[in-house]
């Protein structure tokens, strides 16, 4: 078996200061790695980095393709780099009108990503959403309204559905269910695990909460200043953290 | 090269703790533990609270680190293995019943207890049935089924953890005090279900504070007080 994405010493800075340095890791199909850190300490740069939004100063991101395997994406022509984010590729966004078209239907949201891959029949594209609505638990009699009539909890799941239309195989996730009250973290949390299990997706998950990452990933990054300080199995690391900073981070929880 | 038939071993194995935002102090917890289980054959902890015995169980199955030894369970070298070997082996061969259960919030029971299966690719309305045939061994209220087990009451959710854990056949299972605080009538039912696992070949490390439970189902004791760092200082 081949690693979906390997990412090799995958560094950037900003002028002088660092976002990410020497980042490396495998991530193998059906896992989910979840990175935690606090503000500023270059998650969100490294997954941008991951997702070819930001180009890395240095390193490589490897995806093994569809049809070429192994092909590092950050040396890939852009073209082609677009299409996987169409395709294999999906990012959500922590604010879901960063990942949506808020003028645009709920059934358009949906059915838009369908069509940027070549679907062109209207009712198989309806009915394709219809579907992807019901799963992400948004009823049928909401698919011609806009995303800004819905709720924060809605639009994010509304972001899911978009994303996950096309079968992506890789989903890059940055603090998905942060600003959602608890309620609703709770259902979008059994719905991304759902949906990770029976589509054998994998998923790169950027939080600052550890009950997420507890209840969703396999495996765990901490990073700090920029640096990852430890990692390892998501359980191994919250209940027997090596590093200090790790430690500080658990420790600090305030526990319910 | 020993033949060995043991399905989970421990050798030599050493931990301690390193506390470095309280002055770096390390606190030795485990040396030399020593530890074979064979198939069938289940091994029962014992030793004072504090002694290690779930800090050994922790680290079989690899939700602590160890320092140095060695821990082989169905032949993977769990010390050195990679994350998703150690997820492989926790997938398919070793189980562990912990003391609480931690579920995603809203998931019906009936979908928690049947997880271990769905995600070995088993057929959902079988992993189901299997589930549903558990709980009702549990004596849990069919009416509960649909709901999440986050707002059972204690006793519910520890037969909950268990019918998750004996869902899939594993090879080797982990038990920290699976009878504790249950009635006569479901703790029996534990006991039967943990010998049913001895019977098809399940080998089992568990901790029971239960003494009759332990004397029934267990079939050796480790005390794993010799496992001391001090006690091992005085011994050398």
């Given at each position: 078996m081949t690693p979906l994405l390997q990412v090799k010493d995958v560094t950037r800075r900003y002028g002088a200061r660092?976002?990410?340095?020497d980042v490396s890791f495998d991530l193998w199909p059906g896992e989910v790695m979840g990175i935690v850190g606090e503000s500023g300490s270059g998650k969100s740069t490294l997954l941008n980095c991951l997702a070819g939004h930001l180009p890395p100063d240095e390193g490589e991101v490897i995806f093994d393709t569809r049809d070429r395997g192994p092909v590092d994406t950050v040396t890939m022509a852009e073209p082609e780099r677009r299409m996987l984010g169409r395709t294999d590729w999906a990012f959500v966004h922590q604010n879901p009108r960063d990942g949506l078209?808020?003028?645009?239907s709920a059934g358009g949201n949906v059915g838009e990503r369908l069509m940027a891959v070549g679907a062109r029949n209207y009712g198989a594209i309806r009915t394709s959403a219809l579907d992807w609505l019901g799963r992400v638990e948004i009823a049928a009699d909401r698919i011609d309204d806009r995303p800004s009539a819905f709720s924060g909890g809605m639009q994010q799941r509304l972001q899911i559905a978009r994303n996950l239309v096309t079968g992506p195989r890789l989903v890059f996730m940055d603090e998905p269910t942060g600003g959602l009250d608890v309620s609703v973290q709770a259902r979008l949390l059994d719905l991304l695990r759902g949906l990770v299990r029976r589509m054998g997706l994998s998923a790169i998950i950027v939080t600052h909460d550890l009950a997420v990452v507890r209840l969703l990933a396999d495996r765990l990054m901490v990073m700090k200043s920029g640096q990852v300080v430890e990692t390892g199995l998501t359980d191994q690391v919250l209940d027997d953290p090596q590093h200090g900073y790790t430690q500080l981070l658990v420790s600090s929880v305030l526990q319910v | 090269m020993a033949l060995t038939t043991a399905m989970i071993e421990v050798r030599d194995l050493r931990k301690a703790f390193r506390l470095h935002n309280q002055g770096g102090v390390e606190i030795p917890v485990m040396a030399g533990a020593q530890l074979d289980v064979g198939r069938g054959e289940c091994v029962a902890l014992v030793g004072?609270?504090?002694?290690g015995k779930s800090t050994l169980m922790r680290m079989i199955y690899g939700n602590y680190l160890a320092d140095g030894g060695a821990i082989r369970v169905a032949g993977l070298d769990v010390v050195r293995a990679a994350p998703r070997e150690i997820l492989q082996m926790r997938r398919e061969t070793l189980g562990y019943v912990s003391q609480f259960l931690r579920v995603v919030p809203r998931v019906p029971t009936i979908e928690v207890v049947a997880e271990p299966l769905l995600v070995l690719g088993a057929d959902p309305q079988e992993a189901e049935a299997r589930a549903a045939q558990l709980l009702a061994r549990l004596a849990?209220?069919?009416?509960?089924?649909?709901?999440?087990?986050?707002?059972?009451?204690g006793g519910e959710q520890q037969r909950v953890n268990i019918a998750r854990g004996f869902a899939h056949a594993y090879p080797a299972l982990l038990l920290d005090e699976p009878t504790a605080s249950l009635d006569a009538k479901n703790r029996e039912t534990v006991l039967c279900l943990i010998e049913e696992a001895k019977a098809r070949g399940a080998a089992i490390v568990g901790i029971f504070h239960d003494e009759a439970a332990r004397a029934r189902v267990a079939d050796r004791e480790v005390d794993v007080s010799a496992f001391a760092p001090a006690a091992r200082a005085e011994a050398l």
């Amino acid at each position: 078996m081949t690693p979906l994405l390997q990412v090799k010493d995958v560094t950037r800075r900003y002028g002088a200061r660092i976002g990410c340095a020497d980042v490396s890791f495998d991530l193998w199909p059906g896992e989910v790695m979840g990175i935690v850190g606090e503000s500023g300490s270059g998650k969100s740069t490294l997954l941008n980095c991951l997702a070819g939004h930001l180009p890395p100063d240095e390193g490589e991101v490897i995806f093994d393709t569809r049809d070429r395997g192994p092909v590092d994406t950050v040396t890939m022509a852009e073209p082609e780099r677009r299409m996987l984010g169409r395709t294999d590729w999906a990012f959500v966004h922590q604010n879901p009108r960063d990942g949506l078209r808020m003028a645009v239907s709920a059934g358009g949201n949906v059915g838009e990503r369908l069509m940027a891959v070549g679907a062109r029949n209207y009712g198989a594209i309806r009915t394709s959403a219809l579907d992807w609505l019901g799963r992400v638990e948004i009823a049928a009699d909401r698919i011609d309204d806009r995303p800004s009539a819905f709720s924060g909890g809605m639009q994010q799941r509304l972001q899911i559905a978009r994303n996950l239309v096309t079968g992506p195989r890789l989903v890059f996730m940055d603090e998905p269910t942060g600003g959602l009250d608890v309620s609703v973290q709770a259902r979008l949390l059994d719905l991304l695990r759902g949906l990770v299990r029976r589509m054998g997706l994998s998923a790169i998950i950027v939080t600052h909460d550890l009950a997420v990452v507890r209840l969703l990933a396999d495996r765990l990054m901490v990073m700090k200043s920029g640096q990852v300080v430890e990692t390892g199995l998501t359980d191994q690391v919250l209940d027997d953290p090596q590093h200090g900073y790790t430690q500080l981070l658990v420790s600090s929880v305030l526990q319910v | 090269m020993a033949l060995t038939t043991a399905m989970i071993e421990v050798r030599d194995l050493r931990k301690a703790f390193r506390l470095h935002n309280q002055g770096g102090v390390e606190i030795p917890v485990m040396a030399g533990a020593q530890l074979d289980v064979g198939r069938g054959e289940c091994v029962a902890l014992v030793g004072a609270s504090g002694a290690g015995k779930s800090t050994l169980m922790r680290m079989i199955y690899g939700n602590y680190l160890a320092d140095g030894g060695a821990i082989r369970v169905a032949g993977l070298d769990v010390v050195r293995a990679a994350p998703r070997e150690i997820l492989q082996m926790r997938r398919e061969t070793l189980g562990y019943v912990s003391q609480f259960l931690r579920v995603v919030p809203r998931v019906p029971t009936i979908e928690v207890v049947a997880e271990p299966l769905l995600v070995l690719g088993a057929d959902p309305q079988e992993a189901e049935a299997r589930a549903a045939q558990l709980l009702a061994r549990l004596a849990i209220p069919e009416r509960l089924w649909s709901l999440s087990p986050t707002t059972f009451s204690g006793g519910e959710q520890q037969r909950v953890n268990i019918a998750r854990g004996f869902a899939h056949a594993y090879p080797a299972l982990l038990l920290d005090e699976p009878t504790a605080s249950l009635d006569a009538k479901n703790r029996e039912t534990v006991l039967c279900l943990i010998e049913e696992a001895k019977a098809r070949g399940a080998a089992i490390v568990g901790i029971f504070h239960d003494e009759a439970a332990r004397a029934r189902v267990a079939d050796r004791e480790v005390d794993v007080s010799a496992f001391a760092p001090a006690a091992r200082a005085e011994a050398l």
